[in-house]
């Protein structure tokens, strides 16, 4: 029997998944499963299952790129030898060959330099910049590299050879003093995506000077085959920037005209039509890395720039072959090590495992120790040992960051760097057992037993009639798969067993059928042939699967591909993160609530009046910092830096349903007051409000998310954020909270959704004839009838999608207004008479012309909102926007 894991269901989130199903227009399963992949807001969901390539952010965002882009181009006027130097993975070989090709497509003199890892190692080195001045180079530009090169930059500088830096590693506390520094993870760039791969910031650098010299602006994309590639090879998150570069360059490989692609594909034996991420990672990348692994990166550099493709067919031969080489060396390593920790018992129980050995390859310690994390569960220093001196690779379990891990330790490194999960450094020989002895005790003090048990994490819970072939094909809108955007697990509790089998090659696999709730699906599991014992025909199990569509003699089904089982009653789902009972009231909504908590509440002016809950006017004091975000690419990225620069922050929202997204996204984020957010919208009940005023008084809070009805007039905040463009001028009032500083993130690329919700407000003439007619289909001989809210709303969203509740009752006063009918509401029906003789005009209805009214002012607030700028936003502030 294979060893158990530890299930791990992750938590769901009923209102938020509800929220972002409706908003988005997709299943609850997939919202939960977006949720998961930290998608909180309709903005980034629509982002993420979007990933249009007109959603990646401006180079000029990154800090430095501007120089970067001035001294490239005063090279290129020159005519100054530029050398690009790379790092020799795949992420550094494939952004190596984007910016030698587009500066050569610039008209720039251009050679690159990638150091040999067994003689040079990684990173910036003096020899090889020594050689560069000695060639007549004038400027040199890295790839994946150089962010810990201060000492190598200042000794370029005094050669005369000016710098500039790409890289996307962790920056050290020193940044080198290069001509340019482009890093996104650099602490000064505000540059909202921080997890490009370093071929990713090399074409960034490449989008900033196509732009500047003129080129088309889609000029840069030939080059997303190779980003992709790079992107996929280096494991960044499958998020943001990444996933829309990697979506689009699938499909730029698999149609690649590169003949150094075409053959490393052929000599792979992938096939274009089955072109994703496992393939990238599985197949291709290891063939292009065994170049840097074993020796001299360099022929891979030289493949991916060939131009004749039996040249490319040679090279691709050669790595092929390269390849074969290293996994016979990497199991020779892996024997040895596996050897190593049998024969020390103290070693195998130690949390963090630390081997060294003259005997290893450099080139494919890396790997062995990603084998040995699978193995043991914990993280592991492989270090290869040459005169004295080591080279390592480390690989991690998340809960233990290896570059902080090392930060902690570095008195007994020489060099290091690299991510949380993975990282290389150098070590003298002499100082890896107080290495060892150190790194374990801080392993002592942050790993326990739990980050020691290997986990199987489960999307959701769900019951087999779920599965429809509607629901598993639209679970393909999260490919690609990746590194932090993994293929959905879902989990079934008490399928009965109909029939079990075991098929394949040496009967590894086992072939079943299960059943739950009437509904029968098949399943295959893989290598899983060791659980048939407990399988027994008629007994229940639980089961972990990944769903998907078999097609079999042209009938398509819903087949499960079983990743484990479980006795039943053993699974249990993950509470809510850590978070305050307050928020968590905050964030409940009950099902039929759903709708009504997606209007923005500033286009409820109008029936203030009868709430008795708006903020009212009042003199607005003047005396504040404005500060104008409207047109920032990225409000979540903009709204964490901002709440970081105060001490209380008021985020004021445009509804119940972006107060609980807002809130969700704050209070899962690595901010250390993530625990200190509230969340305040007119749904939550009395006893939850009083308590939320209760810790603000206090001064128990970092943030409050909450609408503009929010009930904390004299209580201060640092800081307001205006997070939503807002809808009316009573939204603005300011007074209350005495803030001396005030942020707008609300702008126009807010404003088309701004003009839907508002156009959804009320029913016009040509949606309110509709409302009647579905009426007049409702009733009897009497003129009597009955119908239900929601019939009411599916109505009216067919004019306008965004149509909730308050449109419904809009519509419904408006006709008893007129008098052409009554009603009355029980839970959610409407129970009316109509007055069939009665015939009016619409003109004779105040609640028509007060709806209208709003809306019309509403829109006039929005644009007279966007038009100001600078001082004149400022004086709308200070009037409290009155019309002049």
Not at 549 to 555: K, P, Y
Request: charged letters at 20%; one cysteine or more.
């Amino acid at each position: 029997m294979r060893r158990q894991k530890k299930w791990r269901v992750k938590a769901p989130y009923v209102a938020l998944r509800q929220i972002l199903a409706k908003e988005l227009g997709i299943s609850e399963i997939l919202a939960q499963l977006l949720v998961n992949r930290g998608i909180y807001t309709a903005d980034q969901g629509r982002t993420f299952l979007g990933s249009e390539l007109d959603r990646l952010f401006s180079p000029w965002l990154l800090k430095d790129m501007e120089k970067a882009v001035e001294r490239i181009n005063l090279a290129r006027q020159n005519g100054e030898s530029i050398l690009v130097f790379g790092d020799y993975d795949v992420d550094g070989i494939t952004g190596t060959v984007v910016l030698v090709l587009a500066l050569r497509k610039l008209g720039c003199r251009v050679d690159y330099f990638i150091p040999h890892r067994l003689e040079e190692g990684y990173g910036l080195n003096t020899e090889a910049l020594t050689r560069a001045v000695e060639q007549g180079f004038k400027l040199l530009v890295t790839v994946d590299c150089g962010i810990s090169g201060a000492a190598e930059v200042a000794a370029a500088k005094q050669s005369g050879l000016d710098v500039i830096i790409t890289d996307h590693h962790e920056p050290p506390a020193r940044l080198p003093a290069a001509t340019a520094v482009i890093d996104p993870k650099r602490p000064d760039c505000t540059y909202p995506f921080k997890e490009l791969a370093g071929v990713g910031v090399a074409l960034k650098l490449v989008q900033g000077l196509y732009e500047r010299v003129g080129l088309a602006a889609g000029e840069w994309e030939e080059y997303l085959d190779l980003v992709c590639l790079g992107t996929v090879a280096d494991i960044v998150p499958l998020q943001g920037e990444n996933r829309i570069l990697v979506k689009h360059g699938l499909d730029k490989i698999a149609h690649s005209q590169r003949p150094g692609l075409q053959a490393l594909i052929k000599v792979s034996g992938v096939k274009s039509e089955s072109m994703g991420t496992r393939e990238l990672g599985f197949a291709l990348a290891p063939r292009l890395n065994a170049a840097g692994r074993m020796g001299d990166a360099a022929l891979g550099v030289e493949l991916l720039l060939a131009d004749d493709p039996l040249q490319a067919a040679h090279m691709a031969e050669a790595l092929n072959r390269g390849n074969q080489e290293r996994q016979q060396v990497e199991a020779k390593v892996l024997a040895e090590a596996l050897a190593m920790v049998e024969a020390e018992p103290a070693m195998a129980d130690e949390k963090v495992l630390v081997l060294a050995s003259a005997n290893w390859h450099p080139g494919v310690i890396g790997i062995v120790a990603s084998r040995l994390v699978d193995r043991f569960y914990r993280p592991v220093f492989m270090i290869s040992l040459e005169d004295g001196k080591g080279k390592g690779s480390a690989r991690s379990i998340p809960g233990f960051h290896l570059y902080q891990a090392m930060v902690s330790c570095q008195e007994h490194l020489e060099q290091f760097g690299g991510h949380a999960m993975a990282a290389g450094f150098s070590i003298p020989a002499d100082k890896i057992m107080d290495f060892r002895r150190a790194v374990n005790k801080l392993a002592d003090e942050i790993l326990t037993d739990e980050h020691l048990t290997p986990n199987l994490d489960l999307d959701a819970l769900v019951d087999l009639n779920e599965l429809s072939l509607a629901t598993v094909r639209e679970l393909a809108q999260l490919l690609p798969f990746g590194h932090c955007n993994p293929g959905p697990v879902l989990g079934c509790r008490q399928a009965k067993v109909l029939h079990c089998r075991e098929v394949g090659k040496n009967g590894s696999h086992l072939k079943l059928k299960v059943k739950s709730d009437q509904v029968v699906l098949d399943g295959i599991g893989f290598n899983l042939a060791s659980y048939s014992e407990m399988l027994a025909t008629g007994d229940s199990v639980d089961m972990a699967f990944v769903p998907s569509i078999n097609c079999w003699n042209g009938r398509l089904s819903v087949q499960l591909e079983v990743k484990e089982f479980k006795e039943t009653g053993e699974v249990c789902v993950a509470a809510p993160g850590e978070r305050t009972e307050l928020l968590r009231q905050a964030l409940h909504l009950p099902e039929e609530k759903i709708y009504e908590s997606m209007l923005p509440l500033g286009i409820l002016q109008w029936c203030w009046n009868h709430t008795g809950r708006g903020p009212g006017l009042g003199n607005t004091c003047c005396d504040f910092e404005l500060t104008d975000y409207r047109d920032c690419p990225d409000r979540l990225a903009r709204l964490l830096q901002v709440i970081n620069q105060g001490s209380c922050s008021l985020v004021l929202v445009e509804s119940a349903a972006q107060a609980i997204q807002v809130a969700v996204f704050l209070s899962n984020g690595e901010s250390a007051w993530r625990q200190q957010v509230l969340a305040y919208h007119p749904l939550m009940g009395e006893t939850a409000v009083q308590q939320m005023i209760n810790q603000l008084r206090a001064n128990g809070a970092k943030v409050l998310v909450a609408t503009a009805l929010a009930p904390v007039g004299g209580i201060c905040f640092d800081q307001v954020i205006f997070f939503h463009l807002p809808y009316h001028p009573e939204e603005c009032q300011i007074n209350h909270w005495q803030a001396k500083r005030v942020f707008l993130l609300g702008g126009q690329s807010h404003a088309p959704e701004g003009r839907e919700y508002i156009r959804a407000m009320a029913p016009e003439r040509e949606t309110l004839a509709a409302l009647y007619r579905l009426l007049r289909l409702k009733i009897n001989s009497q003129g009597q009838g009955q119908v239900s809210k929601r019939e009411l709303q599916q109505c009216l969203q067919e004019f306008y999608p965004r149509a909730a509740g308050l449109a419904t009752e809009i519509g419904l006063t408006v006709f008893r207004e007129l008098g052409l009918l009554e009603y009355s509401r029980q839970a959610d029906q409407y129970i009316f008479k109509i007055n069939r003789q009665v015939r009016s005009d619409l003109q004779n209805s105040p609640t028509y012309h007060r709806a209208l009214h709003i809306k019309e002012a509403c829109q006039r607030f929005q644009q007279r909102f966007l038009a100001a700028a600078g001082d004149k936003l400022q004086q709308m502030f200070c009037s409290n926007f009155k019309e002049e």
